[in-house]
């Protein structure tokens, strides 16, 4: 199972930090990431860790303002936004897979989702 925590409503141009935890397993051999999604669209992958050498994919709409972050000990994940816009309003997932290796929609974990509102 996998929690997360942190969103809510930022100004443009303000940042957040979401968390992400892994319930009863270890995060340790899982590809790790972020999608996205708005009523009546399709979920965006945002940004992803891979499980073999630690590569970060970023979509184009984040790269420069966001990154993804582990915790192995904590077995928890991060992503944090900088610079948000009113486009990023959205409900964020975390997921987790063994096998994943990039942004497509493959990924077997999903967290519940957070909503995150950028607006002024």
């Known amino acids: 199972q996998l929690v997360e925590s942190g969103g809510g409503l930022v100004q443009p141009g303000g940042s957040l930090r979401l968390s992400c935890e892994a319930i009863?397993?270890?995060?340790?051999?899982?590809?790790i990431g972020w999608f996205r999604q708005v009523p009546g669209k399709e979920r965006e992958g945002v940004i992803c860790m891979t499980n073999s050498d630690r590569r970060i994919v970023y979509a184009d709409s984040v790269k420069g303002r966001f990154t993804i972050s582990r915790d192995n000990v904590k077995d928890s994940i991060y992503l944090q936004m900088n610079d948000l816009k009113p486009e990023d309003t959205a409900v964020y997932y975390c997921?987790?897979?063994?096998?994943?290796?990039?942004?497509?929609?493959?990924?077997?974990?999903w967290g519940q989702g957070t909503q995150v509102t950028v607006s002024s």
């Open positions: 009863g397993f270890s995060l340790d051999y899982y590809s």
């Open positions: 997921v987790a897979d063994r096998w994943a290796y990039g942004l497509e929609d493959v990924y077997d974990l």
